[in-house]
């Protein structure tokens, strides 16, 4: 199983026309998402061609070729030709708002939003009202999601790992393909990239919920970063309705006090927000932390056994 996204789903891009939008369709398309139309009211009636070459383990009815796929002037247009329900966004900052808005109005039920320095603002009024019309919104500034062997939306690289029972989310783009990579042999059953702002739309809790509700995932991976009190949150959650085992990272064990580092939302004040706070909270209901990405690989890796030896002396 995965988490928010399947093999079925069908996936319109907002932006598909610009340079992002054209180079990661094409990627999603090699990894075999059912990528189906994008939107663009200036270029509406045209179409986007696209070289395919298969790539990743979802791609394997992917056939090395030209894909077209039409623009539209509107989602709504773009639902009604085609039943997407899932939008993935490459638009200029600026107009993340009104992309957002757009595709709940149109009635899609899951919207990814690639697009970095969106207004603080403009994410919050966004994923409000996203939230009030029952559609869930991944990012913005994130890499999006990907269920190896199934689907990818966003900007993940497909190839550096398969379907496996680790659930993955994470605060950080980057730190995100390298645990995929670090675990990339045992495999996930969905990698979620929530982003770093202040605001985002999907939270570790909700990822950590959905987790716990999937039945395939054994073990999850948390990647959190310095700043605000997310961690923090997720712990209480952990520790008040999680059975599945959770092992995490922090992000910032060296950040200096008082600066931004990388992310809208990583900065730490005093004790607020430190790598170690979080790290301390996470440990004290039980969540082993890796000081590295290396190594909190190894300890996903070394409890995997554990449980897998569990279980096997059950069976018995």
Same mark, same amino acid.
């Given at each position: 199983m995965s988490i928010f996204l399947t093999e079925d789903d069908l996936v319109i891009v907002q932006g598909m026309t610009g340079s992002e939008g054209r180079r990661h369709t094409r990627r999603m398309l090699s990894a075999g998402t059912r990528v189906v139309a994008g939107v663009n009211p200036r270029k509406a009636g045209t179409t986007v061609a696209f070289d395919v070459e298969p790539l990743g383990p979802a791609a394997a009815g992917v056939t090395a070729g030209t894909v077209e796929l039409p623009v539209h002037g509107t989602v709504a247009e773009a639902r009604a030709a085609t039943g997407a329900e899932v939008c993935v966004v490459f638009v200029p900052p600026a107009h993340v708002r009104s992309a957002v808005a757009e595709a709940v109005d149109a009635g899609a039920r899951l919207v990814v939003v690639i697009t970095e320095g969106v207004p603080v603002a403009d994410a919050t009024w966004a994923i409000a009202y996203a939230a009030a019309h029952g559609t869930r919104v991944i990012g913005p500034n994130c890499p999006g999601i990907i269920s190896p062997g199934r689907s990818n939306v966003g900007i993940t690289p497909p190839d550096i790992t398969g379907p496996g029972p680790i659930g993955l989310v994470s605060r950080s783009g980057t730190l995100t393909y390298q645990l995929m990579h #670090?675990?990339?042999?045992?495999?996930?059953?969905?990698?979620?990239?929530?982003?770093g702002d202040p605001v985002v739309g999907t939270t570790l809790i909700d990822a950590l919920e959905a987790f716990e509700a999937d039945e395939d995932t054994r073990l999850v991976v948390m990647i959190g970063e310095i $700043?605000?009190?997310?961690?923090? =949150?997720?712990?209480?959650?952990? !520790?008040?309705?999680?059975?599945?085992?959770?092992?995490?990272?922090?992000?910032?064990?060296?950040?200096?006090?008082?600066?931004?580092?990388?992310?809208? $939302?990583?900065?730490?004040?005093?004790?607020?927000?430190?790598? #170690?706070?979080?790290?301390? +909270?996470?440990? !004290?209901?039980?969540?082993?932390?890796?000081?590295?990405?290396? =190594?909190?690989?190894?300890?996903?890796?070394?409890?995997?056994?554990?449980?897998?030896? +569990?279980?096997d002396g059950g069976e018995q």
């Open positions: #670090e675990l990339g042999d045992i495999g996930f059953t969905t990698c979620v990239g929530i982003g $700043g605000g009190d997310a961690e923090e =949150q997720a712990s209480a959650y952990i !520790a008040s309705s999680m059975t599945t085992p959770v092992v995490a990272y922090v992000a910032g064990f060296t950040a200096p006090e008082g600066r931004t580092m990388g992310h809208a $939302g990583a900065i730490v004040s005093g004790s607020t927000g430190t790598a #170690e706070a979080k790290k301390r +909270a996470l440990e !004290a209901v039980g969540v082993r932390v890796g000081r590295t990405p290396s =190594q909190a690989a190894q300890i996903a890796r070394e409890l995997l056994r554990t449980l897998e030896a +569990a279980h």
